[in-house]
Every structure is written in structure tokens, then in C-alpha cells.
């Protein structure tokens, strides 16, 4: 992606102010769904036509991940066949062209048992081809005679594909683990995957898993992978680096975090490595701790907190553990959002407050409300509207009123108007005509359930394929990113995976550093005044969320820095004449945009983002 948009005129920035409108007044509705191919009636009729079908390819072999639209229906239709198109299938296995044999596995994976005859051909067309199609039909079949072959080719198969082995298959990772040969990569990518896995595989990993960390545990000096010299430990740090120096206990531990509740039973060994004191290990432990809710790990990231690089990480984990932090993190808090330097600072400051929600916040979250920067204002009235403070309801809601009717920050209004429909259990009208009226979820005869995606942009670009002199050249799954950007030599890698969260990562040579982790839905990344920002967000159920991160570098270490709050999922975007920011948002809800309920309205914004991070409206003409 460039680091410059050529376009700042107001007409451009008219047009994005008409699209975003567009959109959230449901004018401009995306209407091609990926199943509507699994729905074409007229694409092939009978096993003889699909077949025909299948191998019917138009042009050179482009290389895309994707099959074209006729292979894939007909590889929808062959695979509702019966047994018997099994062995027509397999000789296709070999076909020169990579389409056909794509199509031919994806078909034999979706007959799943009526095609276990199939096993040794697709286990052949695996070794010959493992980023292919073979291993997605293998885990369709689930068939424990691939766990060899997947072994041999963990490095060399889709990620995204090992996500999905079933039930026989997925052990094979947990063996990866507890392997103490793996390499570093190995390691790194299957602590990866099974983080995505944790909440599909079965109840007796997590007992698995504390088994193999206690047992790492015990070393009376932490194994590492083979071949690791480590002759002088790194600074200590607070992000989740994993390298070839990061002892095997914080994959393990790692993964376990990917379970939360159910890992909890690993809080007593998990624990234990926050303990050992050990650089590599201690970040990780902490997250973990984090993500169990435990109360044991309030102390440690107190101690994040004072330290100003860590202090990003601190807060989300504050506002993770919510309560359990009350009250010890009350007042460090407190002081935070009254005396930070950083109005990013202040403004989580005030979010983790609302997630705490301890009455001795009150009083400083109201005087917040009309503090000197919009998005400290905005922070402070979404904390006052969250469920810990509804037992307050009565006393804050004139104050939601008045924000609705007089404050000057459009995410404040959207907060304050949030929060009253909560509530109130109904709609609330905006206080400006101009502005439209948002949708209470789940109240009403019009409610309904569609099935679509789960984060949706106007202008998404796809990574493109990146150099093979890079330093994007070598990051895995690169079709599946949705931010891919090279950092000098490092290259920033982004996964959304909407609902089901995303991460955010720096890849270099020899190290992965974890920046945001699961929680994350990074878009995209766009250069703002020579810093990379990576533009973050959820359209979803019940309605829309975004913000803007920095990403920079400090002393070797990579951090993700919290920029802005936006009103609402992230549409558009583009920089002015000036190079300043322009995003578009809306807060229409996720069924609204893929049922076309019509007459639906949602609050729709465009804003500038200044350097400084200040947010101003920017009307139809693209002036403020």
C-alpha cells in the first residue's frame, strides 16, 4: 500500500462523503454473497456435466488462492454426489493445471466419508503439493493416516488450513509441542494455530496442555528449541516476542491463554512461570494470567503500568480484567486520567475505569466529560454508559442527555446515545436533524438474523503479493492478511477475522513480536504524517466499533500505540492535500447492511484526523 493518497480535492472527499452515506443509509449494499455460487442451478446438471465443468479452465493458471467460480461450483455440486464419482475424481489429482486438481480435492473433501477411498491419493497429491487443496480435503476426512505427512509439512502447509483439521488430526499440533526437537518456526506456527483453534478442540487438550507446562516447568533451567545460543538475555519487555531464544514454556502457555475460562485451570503452573523471571517467558505468562481473569496478575501489570512503554499493554489488560482489578488499580488509574501526558493515556485510562466500575471513578469520569480533548470526553461517556455503573443509571442520565443535545464530539453523542437506548430499551432520536438515528439491537418485530461477514469496508484492498526480496516475502498465508506492510526490515502482518478477533504482528528475521492478540480486527495500514497507522474495527451485531493505532519501534521493540476512537466501524478512508487522516464510519448494525431492511437509517460520520489526533466533521462539500 502507498504511503500517499494523490487525492485531496474537495470532490474526492465529497465522494467518500457520499459513499460512507450511502452505505449507512442502505443506498449502496453489497449483494453478491460467496454461497450465491453454491446456488447456481445452471452451472452444471449430473456428475458427467460437473466433471466436464470442473475441468473446463479459460486462460494461464494466475496462482490465485482462490478457485475461479465455475470449478467451484462444480466442486460444490460433485461433492453431494455419491461414492461413485469418487473414482472419477482421483485421476484428477494429477491434472497439469492447478485449478482442476484444486477443484478435484475440494470435491473430495466435501463427500468427506463417501470418499475415504481417496486417503492415499490425496495423501500423495499432498506430498507432491502441500500449499494445494489436498490438506484442506484430508482434514474434511479427518483420517489419522495424514498425521505423518501433515508432520513433514507443517512449515509448508496454508495455516488456515491447519485450523480446521478435525478431531483425529488436530493432536498431531499438540505433539509439535511437546516435541522437544521442533524448531522455532514449528513452534511458532502451531502456537498460532492452536490459539485459533481453542475454542473448537476438544476438553482434554487443556489438561494436556498443563501437563507438558509443568513439565517444561521443572527444568531447573527452561528448554529451548535446538540449536538456540542465547549468550545475553534481552531487555525485559512487555510484548510477546517468540524467537528461537523464547524458552518452549511460553508456547505452551501461549496457547493455553487461547482457552481463557477453561485454561484457568492452568493458573497455578501458568503462574509459575511468571515466576521464573525469565524476559521471553514473563510477557507471555502475564498475558495469560490476564486472559484468565486471574486476580494474581493485578500486581505485575501495576508494574507495567508506571513503565511508559508498556503502558498501552497495561490498560487494555486493566480493562480486560475489569473487575478483578478493583480496587488496587482505582487510583493509579485516577491519576493516570488526570495528570497523563498522553490524552491516548488518559482517554484508556478512563475506558479501563468503566470496565473496573468502582463508584470512586465517578466523580472524575463526569468532570471528564468536558475535559479539553474529544476523545478523553468521548472515553469517559462510553465508561459512565457501561453495565458496571447501571445501578448509577438515574443519576447519569441527565448527564447523557446533555451530551446527546449540546456536546460538540459526534463519538461523545454516539456514546451518550448508546447508552440512553440501553437504558431506555428503545430507540433514541439524535438531538441534530442532520444526524441520522441509530437502531436499538435486538428490540422489535424487524429483527433478523442474516448470515454475511463480519467486518465490511468500502475500499478493501487486499494485500498484494509481496516482493520475494522483502520482508514480506516470507510471512505464511499472506491471501488470509488484511494488513501486509513493510517496515523497513520488518513487515507488519494483520488477520481479521471479524467476531472471532484477529491479531496484529511484526515479522522479522528469527522473531515474531505479538502486538494485539485475540481481540484485534487491523484493516489497514495507511502512513499519516511518516507514522504507520493501522486502522482497526468491527461492523457487527450491535452496530460499529474502530480506532486507530500507531505502530512504532522504540530501542529494537515494536509496540502498538492507541491513536483515536472512532464513532463506529471504519468504511473509508484517504488522506487530504494536507496528508491528514480521513476516515469514514458508521454505526448501522451488521443485519441491517446484508438484509436491506429498508427505511433503516444509521449514524454515518466523516472526520479529518489531525496530527494531533483531534477529531473534526467533514460535511458533503469535504469542508468541516
Known sequence: MGREVKSGRPRW???????????????????????????????????????????????????????????????????????????????????ADRRVRGGAAWALGALEKKASKAVPALLD???????????????????????????????????????????????????????????WE?????????????????????????????????????????????????????????DACTPRAAYVASVLAAYERQGAEAAPEVLQALQRADVRLTPVALQALVAFDSPAAVSSVLQQLAVPECRARALTSLASLGPVARPAATEPLLRLLATGKERWERARAAEALGRLGDPAALK??????????????????????????????????????????????????SHARWALQSLAGQEVRPADPSEPASVLPGRGLDWQMCQGPTSIQLYWEKPKTPSREGPCAAV????????????????????????????????????????????????????????????EGLAHLFGGDGRLVRVEASEGRWRATPWVELPGAPLA?????????????????????????AGTSAPAHVLRVAGDGRLAPVGPDGRP
Request: with cysteine; charged share 25%.
Open 13 to 95: 472527499l465529497a465522494g467518500l462523503v457520499c459513499a460512507v452515506m450511502a452505505l449507512s443509509l442502505g443506498c449502496a449494499r453489497q449483494t453478491w454473497r460467496r454461497d450465491d455460487v453454491m446456488t447456481w442451478e445452471g452451472c452444471c446438471k449430473g456428475a458427467d456435466a460437473c466433471l466436464a465443468l470442473l475441468q473446463d479452465v479459460h486462460g494461464p493458471d494466475t496462482g490465485a488462492r482462490w478457485l475461479p467460480p465455475e470449478q467451484e461450483c462444480a466442486a460444490w455440486k460433485l461433492g453431494r454426489e455419491g461414492e461413485d464419482v469418487v473414482p472419477r475424481l482421483i485421476p484428477l489429482l494429477r491434472h
Open 125 to 183: 497429491a499432498y506430498e507432491r503439493e502441500p500449499d494445494g487443496k489436498a490438506l484442506s480435503a484430508l482434514s474434511s476426512l479427518d483420517d489419522e493416516r495424514a498425521a505423518p505427512a501433515i508432520l513433514r509439512h507443517l512449515l509448508e502447509s496454508p495455516m488456515s488450513t491447519l485450523e480446521h483439521l478435525g478431531p483425529a488430526l488436530a493432536p498431531v499440533l499438540v505433539e509439535v509441542l511437546e516435541n522437544p526437537e521442533s524448531s
Open 186 to 242: 514449528e513452534l511458532v506456527r502451531v502456537r498460532y494455530v492452536l490459539a485459533r483453534r481453542a475454542s473448537t478442540l476438544t476438553e482434554n487438550f487443556v489438561p494436556r496442555l498443563r501437563t507438558l507446562l509443568a513439565r517444561e516447568l521443572a527444568e531447573p533451567t527452561l528448554r529451548r528449541p535446538p540449536g538456540t545460543s542465547c549468550p545475553a538475555a534481552p531487555a525485559p519487555g512487555c510484548e510477546a516476542i517468540f
Open 364 to 413: 472524575a469520569l463526569r468532570q471528564a466529560v468536558y475535559e479539553p480533548h474529544s476523545e478523553v470526553q468521548a472515553a469517559a461517556v462510553r465508561a459512565l454508559g457501561s453495565y458496571t455503573f447501571r445501578a448509577y443509571a438515574h443519576e447519569l442520565e441527565p448527564l447523557f442527555q446533555q451530551v446527546l443535545t449540546t456536546h460538540a464530539s459526534p463519538v461523545a453523542r
Open 476 to 535: 505464511p498465508d499472506v491471501d488470509f492478511a488484511s494488513v501486509l506492510e513493510a517496515m523497513g526490515e520488518a513487515c507488519l502482518v494483520g488477520r481479521d477475522f471479524g467476531e472471532f478477533g484477529g491479531t496484529l504482528e511484526v515479522h522479522e528475521a528469527g522473531r515474531v513480536t505479538v502486538l494485539e492478540e485475540p481481540h484485534a480486527n487491523p484493516l489497514q495500514a495507511v502512513w499519516v504524517h511518516g507514522t504507520l497507522v493501522v486502522v
Open 573 to 597: 478512508h484517504g488522506l487530504d492535500k494536507e496528508g491528514n487522516l480521513v476516515v469514514g464510519t458508521t454505526d448501522q448494525r451488521l443485519d441491517e447492511v446484508f438484509c436491506g431492511r
